[in-house]
């Protein structure tokens, strides 16, 4: 199941549909880290709303593509974590420390214009 | 409402079961979606089967990265105390030397977060594993359907339970030996 990258203005959004397999996190991890040089994003917004299970090898492919993105110059938050998710997460012992989650799609949006406002400021002064 | 209650609770008289053969990775999605199915057909929460097929999301990947191949088996049981989801993953890998530091955070031979079988422990209520040198591992990890939980108690590695209701509520009476 791939997921499918939306280009939306300066952001990529990678809306997950289904249940992944480890391949499916590798190539989305992947082909987010190429385009968000093809489209010279900014940020780079995952959407987890329809993940029901974030296991350890999600998670930490998740942090692996903030990681790159963040690398390649760009913004990368998580969203949709749903609470059940999030519990079964910390039992495990999974905090996605250093990775920014928000709760959803819209909140996303608007952190990401947060975050590369502030960005842009920094980089090109008063 | 009343009726549904009582087909659902004779739903879970019965033994329902599945087991799912894990050689890649597909498996795994496989073999916890089908414990997700088995513990929201019987009596389990949202959160109880979301614990449940996390931890089979975990046991699904030791076994193709530690052995290779190996199967996951799911069973729910209607007891006089409860219902419970039992769920046995077993291979013919090489086996684990130190099951005690494989319990450990942290403890990982495979580049992993070394989450993974600390962290199925968390999730369940009971977890017992048994691992041979080049015969294979076995897990087994048990969850009580609606917070029939061990977790008051303190987490034991091995650990049998036996359930009174009390006059106050739920007692639980430790009848196994703890490890930890």
Redesign the interface.
């Known amino acids: 199941m791939q997921v499918p990258i939306l280009k939306q203005g300066p952001y990529l959004i990678a809306s997950v549909q289904a249940a992944l397999r480890d391949a499916d996190l590798i190539a989305l991890r992947n082909a987010l880290t190429e385009q968000v040089g093809t489209y010279r994003s900014r940020g780079v917004i995952v959407d987890v709303t329809a993940m029901d299970v974030l296991d350890s090898f999600a998670c930490r492919t998740l942090s692996e593509i903030a990681s790159m993105i963040r690398l390649r110059g760009a913004q990368t938050v998580i969203v949709g974590i749903q609470p059940e998710v999030a519990f079964s997460m910390v039992q495990l012992g999974l905090k996605l420390e250093g990775v920014a989650t928000v709760l959803d799609l819209e909140e996303g949006l608007k952190y990401m214009e947060r975050r590369t406002k502030r960005m842009d400021h920094g980089r090109y002064g008063k | 409402m009343l009726h549904m209650t009582k087909t659902q609770s004779a739903e879970c008289s019965r033994v329902r079961q599945a087991t799912v053969p894990v050689t890649s ?2 498996d ?2 496989l073999a ?2 089908r414990g ?1 199915e088995l513990a929201s057909e019987a009596e389990f929460t ?2 109880e ?3 449940i ?2 931890a089979i ?2 046991l699904g ?1 030791n076994i193709l990265q530690h052995a290779g191949e190996g199967e996951v088996s799911i069973r729910i049981e209607k007891q006089e105390d409860g219902t419970v989801l039992i769920v046995v993953a077993r291979d013919h890998g090489p086996g684990i030397p130190n099951v005690n530091r494989a319990l450990q ?1 942290g403890f990982s031979t495979s580049g ?2 070394g ?2 079988l ?2 199925v422990r ?2 369940m209520d009971e977890f017992e594993i048994v691992s041979h040198r080049n015969h294979g591992t076995t897990v087994i990890a048990k969850k009580w359907a609606r917070g029939c939980t061990i977790g008051r108690l303190g987490r034991t590695a091995r650990a049998s339970f036996e359930r009174r209701d009390g006059a106050a509520g739920r007692k639980f009476a430790a009848v196994g030996s703890a490890t930890r």
């Open positions: 990775d597909v795994i999605v916890r979606q997700r949202a959160v089967s979301t614990f097929a996390t999301s975990e990947r955070d992993g977060l989450l993974g600390p962290g968390r999730l």
